[in-house]
């Protein structure tokens, strides 16, 4: 059984704050990086981690979890970050709560419990924000952790209105025994735009013994000194930053903020050594890029698709071959080689469930449908293989389309002229999967070349 990270302490600490599709491991060991002493990962759901298993990565260096029924990764963290990273549970139930706690307490610093989302997908399931209002439930989450794992729990909420009510609830809340809370001071019905209530957050922390992290001032932190500012007037010597992260995540750095460009190329770095996902990297760029997207530049990174057309639009694409060669020779495997557990099951109990598209008559390529590859919809793989019947006398052959849905996840396979055609690669929809098995079919009959497809990255 792996150590428990050695425990840590919430006292003088600058830290990454969670963020959804934010701080995943790239932009959590940027900020590590910068200067930041503790990062957050984005709110994590506890039956997500639940349905996902624990696997070590022997290629990245890092400990996945990865989800069993469509092989994305829920979690990815490394050694780098061991003794710093919190993990931040999104949960209504203590015994879930707990079930996650003991599942990932040997990878992670910490825990906390997110009880300030006022998203409608949180409320109506009990969770961020809507324990606030359920006080019973709050500490009951809080006191099966703290009694459950060894180690620090935290939990990060909303201001109310009155003062009064918001610190009889911060008493309630740190009996259990948490070692720290983070206050953004805001109420639940306030967004961005309004005042942070930072006069409020002082009289938290004057009012209780463990530290508070004072969050929610982001618009007053342009540079690494505005830190101070905020820390004196909430009267926190510990505070966490959100939105000035995601936009300049070397708002951490003392010494000063950095150009976009640096950051985004840092960033890229992680991204590529860490093999994240191509869509996750796109939209931390977009959030640093901001009001940027309408210039050249930005316009060509909105076009990219994959994780080596994004690290060309910053000179990296030769780094990303470089290392994605690497990673290859290792064997890494990621989504691009999932199959859902259904299927990779059935090949032990049941194997006629595969056999329907992995059949010895079935020609298998695999190859990734990438939307932006075509300009317009005449140049879709399905319209050209219908144009290439009509122009090559076989007007009256029609592809027929018969696809399997397993877990969330589609595949094709085309038949045309007796032959059936397949793409290994099972795509999030319908659509996808059958322009895939159209992809295969036509890069079959020679209609595209297959040393194009690799080139633009659909072939894989
Ligand atoms: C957030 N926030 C947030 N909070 C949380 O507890 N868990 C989460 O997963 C998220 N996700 C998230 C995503 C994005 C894109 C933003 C901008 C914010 C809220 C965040 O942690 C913080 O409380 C607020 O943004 C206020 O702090 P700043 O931005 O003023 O530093």
């Known amino acids: 059984m792996a150590e428990l990270n050695k425990p840590i302490s919430y006292e003088n600490k600058i830290i990454l704050a969670p963020m959804v599709r934010v701080c995943t491991l790239p932009m959590r060991l940027l900020a590590l990086h ?66 996650v706690a003991q599942l990932v307490q040997h990878d992670v610093a910490g825990i906390d419990i997110n009880m300030g989302c ?38 990060k909420i909303r201001v109310f209105d009155n003062l009064q009510k918001t610190i009889d609830l911060v008493n309630k809340l740190v009996s259990t025994g948490i070692s720290a809370i983070a206050v953004h001071g805001r109420t639940i019905h306030e967004r961005p735009q309004h005042n942070n209530r930072n006069e409020m957050i002082k009289s938290i922390s004057q009012s209780v013994s463990i530290p508070v992290i004072a969050n929610g001032g982001s618009r007053e932190i342009e540079k690494y000194s505005d830190i101070a500012q905020f820390k004196k007037e909430t009267h926190c010597n510990s505070v966490m930053i959100a939105r000035a992260a995601e936009w300049n995540c070397s708002i951490f750095r003392k010494e000063g903020l950095l150009p976009k460009d640096d950051v985004i190329k840092s960033y890229l770095k992680y991204a590529v050594d860490y093999d994240n996902s191509a869509s996750n990297t796109k939209y931390c760029i977009q959030n640093i890029i901001r009001e940027l997207q309408e210039s050249p530049l930005g316009k060509i990174f909105l076009r990219a698709e994959t994780l080596e057309e994004i690290c060309k639009v910053w000179d990296m694409d030769e780094y990303y071959r470089v290392q994605s060669k690497k990673f290859q020779a290792k064997g890494l495997q990621n989504r691009i080689h999932f199959t859902p557990a259904s299927i990779s099951g059935a090949k032990t109990h049941n194997s006629s469930c595969k056999r329907k598209y992995e059949d010895d008559d079935v020609t298998l390529m695999r190859c990734v449908f990438l939307r932006g590859r075509y300009l317009s919809d005449t140049d879709l793989p399905k319209t050209r293989l219908l ?59 020679g209609v595209i070349n297959e040393g194009h497809l690799k080139e633009n990255g659909s072939l894989r």
Do not use: H
Request: hydrophobic fraction near 35%; charge should be positive.
């Open 34 to 99: 910068y200067g930041a002493d503790l990062v957050y990962t984005e709110e994590l759901i506890d039956f997500k981690l639940l349905q996902s298993t624990r696997q070590i990565n022997d290629v990245l260096g890092t400990i996945d979890y990865v989800d069993q029924t469509d092989g994305t990764i829920i979690f990815r963290t490394c050694s780098e970050e061991k003794n710093r990273v919190i993990l931040q549970l999104g949960t209504c139930d203590p015994d879930r709560a707990l079930k």
């Open 387 to 445: 144009k290439w019947l009509r122009e090559n006398g076989k007007s009256d052959i029609v592809p027929r389309y018969y696809t399997w849905y397993e877990n969330k996840l589609f595949r094709s396979v085309v038949v045309v002229d007796d032959k059936k055609y397949s793409s290994t690669y099972w795509e999030k929809n319908k659509k996808r999967a059958e322009q895939g098995a159209a992809l295969v079919c036509l890069c079959k009959l």
């Open 118 to 155: 006022p998203k409608k997908f949180s409320l109506d399931g009990g969770m961020g924000a809507a324990l606030l209002s359920n006080e019973q439930k709050a500490t009951n989450i809080l006191t099966k952790l703290v009694e459950g794992v060894n180690i620090p729990i935290t939990c």
